[in-house]
């Protein structure tokens, strides 16, 4: 055996090396940030104005959709034109700003329902600068687009944290001066995590809500919407250029004219799912069955001409669309997580304060709550046997105190005595926790990997292969099949005989002798050879760069090993606690954890394996009970 | 120069769990605090993020610039102090003269014999090696 005091590991000091290599790291952040901050503030600035300019009547001109820009060049978008005149203190004006920035969209339909809304001879309301009368917009500026104004806070906060880090942390000699006990606080700083799953799901709500939910609510609700006969003017398959990083991706855009009660429009809208994405041929086949003359039906709604579709049903592409479905797991996952951890949290200060001596009542209501509880729930042994007798302690002093550190023992709950009472453990984690978990994270994982496959493995089918970005998704390739390979093993896990334990008693004194009792269910006839021990281990979790757990053994105690299939599939057996030993502890990173270790080897696919925690009393609590 | 200090009753820093702990809180300071408080807790040491919990607090309220008061407590059951590898479990007293955080600390030792228990390291029990898990032996 070695052993050897675990000291604290001090941060050494920084350097001035790493204090300026972290500024300028922290200074690209907040440059960043500030500059896409002072460009999106400038733009808001000069749109908030407009709500400062005067609500004046106006008569709308002329209107009409452009398909070039002011350079006159075609680049597939369409810009709405319009034009209006308006008196304002005894002067007439024209103007043809729409709104600060020219009015522009790859769908006609969105720039046609605006020559609907302002067509020629119209009465209409605009906004007249007082200062400057020849300015006027149709439109102010969208006060929603000002929470694009916390987009760049993150980045901008990070950098400025990261100099401030660099500089000015307390050293260690500061933090050795400020008291150790106030580490006791409740922790701080979980509302970022709230924030960061929070994002999750609203960012994954609202791409679901774009990419899914509203084009399959349209499918649905044009299912009663009429067919017209409609004529194909152009068709192609249109391609969109991505960044560096980012491949070409196409869509189809056919633009077709159909009539209705005798008057002429035209739409490119081929289905509702809209926006472009990687694959030419199946975009090429669509394109093919509407050649550019030919006849086809549309479907337009009855409440709204403009809005119309060639295809109403649902389109394979859809499905991607399902994708953000992960963000909004993570999301949910998280926050219910979150939530059940601060219940349990708020359930043990219950149990705890109703285990304080004070109150008979709060006494009686203790032993029901622990009965009641999870038996992973924390029970106190680390509180005073016998509260605040002969201490001029307020009570509820010391219970806060406690709860805030989170000081406890994991573990099965205590009988109503305390004494000899059968308690069946609870795995550690179950087969089918594992198995759902890494399902999860494989589609987490592939999904978001997929995507870019697809994309280079189209890039190598249309003779342009991106080598770059094949090579550097090979690690991450890798990485997929690895998880995929574990969810084969843990599906075959699942089919494994369980284990289940029942000890006597429930939570055993050190010094003290635990009975176990074992049997299987499920397919126990695989079972080659079982052995059962307790295990004593340290385990201490660490955060920063390198975010692990820390865990050494100090005690490993066989007390059963059977190879006859009776004995096997059902058994009993004693194992004594070393005295010298110390009891459960479950800090909120440190923990000294005691676990049944079982261990059946099989003949063939992945071996038995579970813990199952049980709770080691110090011995002067196991007596007063 | 201010000065915060805990002195223990017969000089005595290892105890029994359950024992009964007694001493005098002393503070001399630039100025008077609001309160002063003595906390029981333990805490953790190692390679991994600190723990700590307080156990129980005395709040000395009406404090003067320079004082010493007598206190006492009733030590808990556990967690033992301890050694181990990776975490060392610590008691100890700590006086807080409040706002300004100036700190006197006494650690002390809780453990059966009051004797801090010393854990060992086991190696991590051997694993079978297999190109594949379920591959035969």
Redesign the interface.
Known sequence: ?????????EEAPMGIGGKLFLSLFGLVFLGAGLLIGWVIVRGATAGLQTWSWRKTDCEITASAIRQQNQGGNQNGDFFFEVKYRYTFNGRQYSSDQYKRSAEKSEDYNKIARLTERYPPGSSALCYVNPSAPSQAVLVRYNLFSLLLVLFPVPFAGFGAWAVYYAWFRKSAGEMA????????SPPRGLWIVVLFFSAFLLIGCAALYGFFLRPAFKILGARSWPAVPCAVISSEVKSHEGGANDGTTYSVNIFYSYEIKGREFKANTYDFMGGSSSGYEGKQAVVARYPRGTNAVCYVNPDDPTDVALERGFTPRMWIGLLPLLFVMVGAVGLVWLFHSAWVARATRLCRRATGPADPRIRRLAKALLRACSPSLPVP??????????????PT??VR??H????A?AGPALSSSGRAERLVLKPAVSPWTMLFGLMFICLFWNGIVSVFVVQSINSWRYGHPEWGMMILQIPFVVIGLGIIGGVF?WL?AVLNPRPHLLVTPGAVPLGGTLQVQWNFTGRAGVLRNLRL?LEGR??????GENSN????????LEFANVATPREMRSGEARVTIP?????S?A????K?IWAI?VHGQT?????VKAEFPVTV?????AA?L | MSDVKIQLGAGRTAFEPGEELTGTAAWKLDKPPQSVELRLFWFTRGQGEKDAGVVETVRFDHALREEARPFRFRLPDGPYSFSGKVISLIWALELVALPSKETGRQEITLAPGGKEVRLGSLPEPQARKRLFPWGRR
């Open positions: 055996m070695i052993g050897f005091r675990a000291n604290d590991q001066a400020q008291p150790i006990s106030d580490r006791a042994v680390g509180e005073s046997p016998t509260g605040t007798g002969g201490s001029p302690v307020l002093e010391a105190g406690a805030g550190a989170g000081t023992v093993y075959l021990r340290e385990e201490s979790a660490s955060r757990t820390i865990t050494s053994i100090f005690a490993n005295a010298s030993l110390v009891p502890l800090g909120a990173h440190n000294i270790q003949a063939r696919g992945p071996d009393l110090p011995a002067a609590t007063r």
